[in-house]
């Protein structure tokens, strides 16, 4: 079975510093990759997304991910965080054989602090 | 405002009930989705719906049921033969399986 790995559960920098979160999948077909964020008291948003073409895809908020297809990856980045970006965020995978089924990471908190 | 709304926010149950979660979505998606939250473990899909009046288990539906009786509503019924009940339960929409979901604001559930 398919399964999407997230390389730290917990992640604590300061404002101004650069952060990237890992993501690797198992699957080897093709898929679709998502990353979501949840802020404190909010629902799920979708940061970014990548389907097909340019490997480097950006989303809001400043953020960007890189699709390393020969490593299974899909790391997160922000140049530069802010206390805001204080969140849970989520790597999600969906094989494009594999109608609706999105598989989530177990998700990586980070917290920013002033 | 267009989106997905689940009630209620919080739940409290006795063990042994059954327990009814709703989600409305206004988006005019044609699938929905319910996911479990727990601290940890990320999602998990429970159940997933492509059109009304279908829906296909997904990897821990034991101990759910649903229904899709109308396009806009997916309510998730959590019985007495769940185990472990107590979790944060999400709702998702899509346009299509293929595309972005778009989730709710989710429903704590606590059974005691």
């Known amino acids: 079975a398919q399964s999407v790995s997230q390389h730290n559960h917990h992640v604590i920098l300061s404002e101004a510093a650069s952060l990237e979160l890992g993501c690797n999948y198992s699957?080897?077909?093709?898929?679709?990759l998502f990353w979501y964020v949840q802020y404190p008291g909010q629902h799920l948003q979708l940061l970014l997304k990548?389907?097909?073409?340019?490997?480097l895809v950006k989303g809001i908020k400043g953020f960007e991910a890189e699709f390393i297809k020969s490593k299974f990856s899909f790391n997160l980045r922000k140049p530069s965080v802010q206390w805001s970006d204080t969140a849970e965020y989520f790597c999600?995978?969906?094989?494009?054989?594999?109608?609706?089924?999105?598989?989530f990471g177990a998700g990586t908190q980070v917290v920013v602090t002033p | 405002d267009g989106g997905i709304t689940q009630s209620p926010k919080y739940l409290f149950r006795k063990e042994g009930q059954n327990v009814t979660l709703s989600c409305e979505q206004n988006?005019?998606?044609?699938?929905m989705y319910w996911y479990r939250q727990d601290p940890g473990q990320g999602l998990r899909l429970i159940y997933y719906?492509?059109?009304?009046?279908?829906?296909q288990k997904g990897d821990i539906a034991e101990g759910y049921s649903v229904s899709r009786e109308k396009k806009e509503s997916f309510p998730l019924t959590v019985t007495s033969a769940q185990k472990n009940p107590t979790a944060f339960y999400l709702c998702?929409?899509?346009?299509?399986?293929?595309?972005?979901?778009?989730f709710g604001q989710g429903t704590r559930l606590t059974v005691v």
């Open positions: 998702a929409s899509s346009v299509g399986g293929y595309l972005e979901a778009f």
């Open positions: 699957y080897g077909g093709t898929v679709n």
């Open positions: 990548y389907f097909s073409g340019d490997p």
């Open positions: 999600a995978v969906r094989e494009t054989d594999s109608w609706g089924k999105l598989q």
């Open positions: 988006l005019n998606h044609d699938a």
């Open positions: 719906s492509q059109i009304v009046n279908d829906f």
